[in-house]
């Protein structure tokens, strides 16, 4: 079984490789164009050299800390998580900068040939995505199986691993969010306001930063947030398998996640070819084909997987509840189900079809103060409904399955990722060729298809972000459930792990440390998503102030005889992306250690123990509803805007113009910085709880 998950993982990549060749085969378009595009490619490269510099330098130090304290195994899977994590998103930003131009150039000959190889280009970083994720995971347990490996030896280098794939995701979600959504505010607020020029007017010299931004937040920062999102759901529900069954039943159903994930796989590649336009040249709906195709195909895949790896009958008991393969089957279709609701709710909030957005669009007609209103209030009722969708799959998952079922609901949910992050990414390559075809002032019926396959960009990175928010909540509680067994079991086994000897861990909400813990859990993506918010602000301001600079101090840039200088704004907010980000990104990592530590000296390793588990259910929680709210809130007001842009409610440049732009500039840090990143903000907290427990242990 090991055999086939390793070259389902290869299978993937060999399909990104194959994609890639084909998307970078195609037409790069004229010199003007390319002249364009190799600007975005160095800003974009640039600035990820610069990030992962500053993030080697952390992640080195935490590897050496982990070394010492819990061996060679651990670090070296912290290590595999990390490098891999970057390697994802660097990858598929090296395709998406080089995709963009040739998505303008296929927008010349048809909107089918502009979305062939813009999806093309996505499904390079989806597929890694998927591929290197299950390869780190069943590789290195291989490995450590061949080393002779069991219990404890195996499970901490696993969680080790997952660590290191979420802390560069969040530098990754954060850093990328700050640098694009900067670039936009400060390109938008002087260009389209205070100037009255078109979004990606060359005569801007924040449009260059503007998508550059694209890449490396919605591209290498998505590609490394659902990576990590992946690792850590499996390993996971790998840990809950492991102390769950007993020594002969626990090798098979550690196995069983792994295989979820390379049937998955397979279905994904299939349902790629799914991707074409019908006679109604609807583009969303091309793009849901894939979608579909994947989850009925998974849902079927899942059936003989089940059988062969458990066994459909086969009976298992786990504490006072029993359930048979036939259960965990149908958990897994739960999870699939589930995708398929909140991509669909997600939809609903940010298309501009839907009663939401055109709430927020009419508001506008009444002012800027009205569509922000309107714009809070929409973010605020978007999670209402995904709220309940996650309640009834909890619920049903734990009727048929107890909190395995859960786990497995969560993997088969992480199992669509590579068709998932293939939708997301699609979304800045057609972001960047509408700049292009505007900046290369290509013919008025190019930048109109580049624009149709633009706004649907702009809504499958919003579904995406609720399917990574709701993966990410439920993949945390299974974080969770694995801190209570582990607590548990450790203090059950005081002989074996005398640090636990004495422990009576109370998580009772009579017990006032787990209230305690619970008020500082909720805290902490609040404190987080205000310094995401206010990192964009300064970010922003300072490109604020470089182009009103520019235009001030450079002759002919109004008149399009002078040429703006590009570089000075990209290097600007390198600078300040990567500056920003460190002291936000800590925050998850090193809230559990210091609550543990200030509760130990208060009242003891019981109530530090309660405390920190309160903790991580608190983040899990609150984390939920301020990302949903957050990324569904922006995608509203940014689709609003475009709403009007089409023409309706007086279109561009009129007074509701104005107002849906300034509800875009507030939601675009919303969406963008502060909402994602609080994803791996939420499962960094619980991990580091984990790596605490074990290093208690050792």
């Not at 990104?16 to 800003?43: D, H």
């Not at 300072?542 to 182009?547: D, G, I, K, M, T």
Request: net charge negative; glycine share 12%; charged share 15%.
């Amino acid at each position: 079984m090991l055999v086939f998950v390793i070259v389902c993982g290869l299978l993937a990549v060999l399909y990104g490789i194959f994609a890639s060749r084909s998307v970078l085969s195609a037409s790069a378009g004229n010199e003007r164009m390319q002249e364009i595009a190799s600007a975005i490619q160095e800003g974009a490269s640039a600035y990820l050299n610069r990030q992962y510099s500053a993030i080697g330098l952390v992640g080195i130090a935490i590897a050496v800390i982990l070394y010492f304290l819990l061996g060679w195994k651990v670090a070296v899977g912290y290590l595999i998580g990390a490098i891999l994590s970057g390697a994802t998103g660097y990858i598929g930003m090296h395709i998406s900068v080089r995709a963009n131009v040739r998505t303008t150039e296929a927008a010349r000959s048809s909107l089918a040939e502009g979305l062939n190889v813009s999806f093309k280009a996505g499904t390079v970083t989806g597929m890694l995505v998927a591929g290197l994720a299950l390869l780190s995971v069943s590789v290195y347990y291989g490995f450590l199986l061949n080393q002779g490996a069991t219990g404890r030896d195996i499970v901490d280098p696993l969680v080790a691993l997952g660590f290191g794939a979420s802390l560069i995701s969040i530098f990754a979600r954060l850093g990328g969010g700050i640098f694009t959504k900067g670039a936009d505010v400060g390109a938008d607020l002087v260009g389209k306001v205070e100037a009255g020029i078109p979004e990606d007017d060359p005569r801007n010299p924040a449009v260059i930063a503007d998508n550059v931004g694209d890449n490396v937040g919605d591209c290498a920062g998505m590609a490394a947030d659902l990576f990590e999102t992946y690792v850590v759901s499996v390993v996971a529900t790998m840990v809950l398998a492991s102390i769950f069954f007993s020594s002969d039943v626990a090798p098979a159903v550690m196995m069983y996640p792994l295989m979820i994930g390379a049937v998955c796989i397979i279905t994904s590649i299939a349902s790629t070819f799914f991707v074409r336009l019908g006679a109604s040249q609807n583009i969303m709906a091309a793009l849901y084909k894939g979608f579909i195709a994947s989850a009925v195909l998974s849902a079927i895949a899942l059936w003989p997987v089940t059988e062969y790896v458990l066994g459909m009958g086969t009976e298992f008991t786990v504490g006072d509840k029993q359930f048979t393969g036939r259960s965990l089957f149908y958990c897994g279709v739960i999870g699939l189900v589930l995708t398929g609701l909140l991509i669909w709710v997600t939809e609903y909030y940010t298309s501009t079809e839907y009663r939401p957005v055109r709430s927020v669009a009419q508001a506008s007609t009444t002012g800027h103060g009205t569509n922000v209103i309107q714009g809070l209030a929409i973010s605020m009722e978007a999670t209402a409904i995904p709220a309940i969708l996650i309640c009834a799959a909890i619920i049903g998952t734990y009727l048929l399955a107890g909190l395995f079922g859960i786990a497995i609901a969560v993997t088969a949910m992480l199992a669509l990722a590579g068709i998932v992050v293939a939708l997301d990414a699609y979304g800045p390559v057609t972001d960047n060729a509408g700049g292009i075809a505007e900046m290369a002032e290509l013919d008025e019926a190019v930048r109109k298809t580049t624009d149709a396959l633009d706004a649907v960009g702009n809504t499958t990175k919003a579904v995406t972000k609720g399917y990574a928010i709701g993966s990410a909540g439920l993949g945390a509680l299974v974080l969770f459930a694995a801190y209570t067994q582990d607590l548990a079991y450790f203090s059950a086994n005081a002989d074996k792990f005398p640090y636990f000897a004495g422990v009576k861990v109370d998580f009772s909400l009579s017990n006032p440390f787990v209230v305690v813990g619970l008020f500082m859990g909720g805290l902490l993506p609040y404190l987080f998503g205000a310094m995401g918010m206010t990192a964009v602000g300064r970010a922003a301001g300072s490109v604020v102030n470089e182009v009103r600079r520019q235009f001030k101090e450079i002759p002919g840039i109004m008149e399009g005889t002078g040429k703006p200088e590009y570089g000075r704004c990209v290097d600007m907010l390198t600078k300040a992306a990567i500056k920003e980000m460190i002291i936000p990104s800590m925050l998850p990592v090193l809230s559990p250690i210091v609550l543990y530590f200030i509760i130990l000296v208060i009242a003891g390793k019981s109530a530090a123990l309660s405390a920190v588990g309160a903790m991580l259910l608190g983040v899990i929680v609150t984390g939920l509803f301020v990302a949903i709210s957050m990324t569904a809130g922006g995608g509203a007001w940014d689709n609003a805007k475009k709403y009007i842009e089409d023409g309706n409610l007086g279109g561009k440049n009129s007074e509701a113009h104005k107002a849906a732009v300034t509800g875009d500039t507030v939601g675009d840090p919303y969406k963008d910085t502060a909402g994602p990143a609080v994803n791996p903000m939420i499962k960094i907290t619980n991990i580091v709880a984990l790596l605490m427990l074990a290093m208690m242990a050792h």
